[in-house]
Structures are given as structure tokens and as C-alpha cells.
T-cell receptor, first 115, second 116 residues
Framework: DGGITQSPKYLFRKEGQNVTLSCEQN?????MYWYRQDPGQGLRLIYY???????QKGDIAEGYSVSREKKESFPLTVTSAQKNPTAFYLC??????????????FGQGTRLTVV | EDKVVQSPLSLVVHEGDTVTLNCSYE??????LLWYKQEKKAPTFLFML????IEKKSGRLSSILDKKELFSILNITATQTGDSAVYLC????????????????FGKGTKLSVKP
């Protein structure tokens, strides 16, 4: 079955540590996105990528980094520079198309807690 | 700046009621509008709307887009407790790179609570 997989589902981080959240998709989608969700804030864009080896900062990119070395994978690193990393993180992918448009597909999310 | 605004932000109803959720937008290069339902984790896709005036239906849920007035509504009839969720609206834009907002912009969501 095609889909998008995030891991881990739950992650605990000590202050000062970097952690990496995994996002893998086998939908052959070009576009991938990382969002952060806090209560009452909706989805806020951290980074997005439209094609392999290229990505763009979103509204709240500070303290985060990404890579897009393969089409299927878009890992997100939460660095120690991110002052308030405790949140729910969602990864999404979408097919880029000049013709018929498509919806975005989401992973199950990773809940990151700083302890 | 492109904006997607949902209203109300939260809503409490009783089973059997009909609800209407609103999504308005101010964007450049509009392509399509998406509705999602989010219960605990991953948002699940409900509707994609690209043309004005064409209602999309799925069971008790329906949605319509007005590209002239720049809004969409999501209707839920005969609500059930299982409809309790956050409903997200997102706009897809015709552009690859849109600066820090990207080309897939979400509203803050409407939290719907259905009481028995």
C-alpha cells in the first residue's frame, strides 16, 4: 500500500540535544512538507521541498533543518537552537502536476516532548 | 501575504444538529481548496474543490466553493459524536515557490464538539 510514514510516533529530547524526525513516502510525490501543530495554532509550515536536492524555508524554519537527498525521504532535524520544540509534527506529500490537481497526504505525526 | 481564515474557531452542538463551517481566503494564484478532518493524528482528506458552485457530497458531509466571493463552506447534517474533530481548510496555489508561506496554506481549523 502506498503511503507516507513518520517515525517515531513519540520522541523525548533532552534540552540541548538535536533530534531527527523521519518522513518517508512511496507515493512517488515530488513535493513534501513539514508542519508544526500547537494547540489553537493550526498547521504552521517549517520547510517544504518541491524536488530532490532543493528545499525552502517556511514561516517558522528557525531552529530546524532538513535534507532532500532522495525523492522518498524528507527528514527534519530539530536542533538545540529551537527554543520551544515541544509540539506535534506532521509531514505531508503531494504530487506536483500541471494537469489534474491532487490533495496532500499526511503521515501519522510525531509528538516531540522536551524533558 | 496570502491568508486562509476559518470560522468559527470552535463550535459545540448536539447530536442531530446541522453545522456549517466557513473558510475564506485571500491568495494569489488560487488552484484548489482542500478540506480535512483531524481527530487525533493525521488529517484525513474530505474534499477537493476547484470549480465554483459545484457541490461535493460524501454521506452527511457536503462542501461548495465560491471563487467570486473567495470562500468555501463545509456542511455536516445530522451530526454524530463521531464527527467531533478539528476541520482544516487548505488552499493550494499555482506556484512552486511561494517564499515562507509555500504553496499549500492552512487555516487554523475549526474544532467541532458534538454532544450526545
Amino acid at each position: 500500500d502506498g503511503g507516507i510514514t513518520q517515525s517515531p510516533k513519540y520522541l523525548f529530547r533532552k534540552e540541548g540535544q538535536n533530534v531527527t524526525l523521519s518522513c518517508e513516502q512511496n507515493l512517488n510525490h515530488d513535493a513534501m512538507y513539514w508542519y508544526r501543530q500547537d494547540p489553537g495554532q493550526g498547521l504552521r509550515l517549517i520547510y517544504y521541498s518541491q524536488i530532490v536536492n532543493d528545499f525552502q524555508k517556511g514561516d517558522i524554519a528557525e531552529g530546524y533543518s532538513v535534507s532532500r537527498e532522495k525523492k522518498e525521504s524528507f527528514p527534519l532535524t530539530v536542533t538545540s537552537a529551537q527554543k520551544n520544540p515541544t509540539a506535534f509534527y506532521l509531514c505531508a506529500s503531494r504530487r506536483r502536476s500541471r494537469g489534474r490537481d491532487t490533495e496532500a497526504f499526511f503521515g501519522q505525526g510525531t509528538r516531540l516532548t522536551v524533558v | 501575504e496570502d491568508k486562509v481564515v476559518q470560522s468559527p474557531l470552535s463550535l459545540v452542538v448536539h447530536e442531530g444538529d446541522t453545522v456549517t463551517l466557513n473558510c475564506s481566503y485571500e491568495v494569489t494564484n488560487f488552484r484548489s481548496l482542500l478540506w480535512y478532518k483531524q481527530e487525533k493524528k493525521a488529517p484525513t482528506f474530505l474534499f477537493m474543490l476547484t470549480s465554483s458552485g459545484i457541490e461535493k457530497k460524501s454521506g452527511r458531509l457536503s462542501s461548495i466553493l465560491d471563487k467570486k466571493e473567495l470562500f468555501s463552506i463545509l456542511n455536516i447534517t445530522a451530526t454524530q459524536t463521531g464527527d467531533s474533530a478539528v476541520y482544516l481548510c487548505a488552499v493550494v496555489l499555482f506556484r512552486n515557490y511561494g517564499g515562507s508561506q509555500g504553496n499549500l496554506i492552512f487555516g487554523k481549523g475549526t474544532k467541532l464538539s458534538v454532544k450526545p
